[in-house]
């Protein structure tokens, strides 16, 4: 990946060729000139050990950086939208309004 393609706050996939022996995820934090620190989300429970050493936190060269797949049943791919409607009021509301 290149520095421009990484933000912050972005899921990314990652490999760590010294501290962890299977691919994880995580959220960028911080980008660096070669790298960027992230939060591990999501890892293999073979590297648990390794991961807690890590305080969940690691900084990864771009050249092993990836742009993440959602799992097809993650609740942390769904849209943040909000929807707000105005409620009108009922005539006998509004007449109990006017009398204060």
Known sequence: MKKADVK?????GAKSEEELKKPFQGKVEKIYENSALLAITSYDPVDTTAISDLNNKIVVNFKNL?????A??????????VKIE??????????????K
């Open 8 to 12: 912050v706050g972005a899921i990314v």
């Open 72 to 81: 097809k049943n993650s609740k942390t791919a769904s849209t943040n939208e």
């Open 86 to 99: 105005k409620i009108a009021k009922k005539n006998d509301d509004k007449k109990e309004a006017d009398k």
């Open 66 to 70: 990836k742009t993440a797949r959602a």
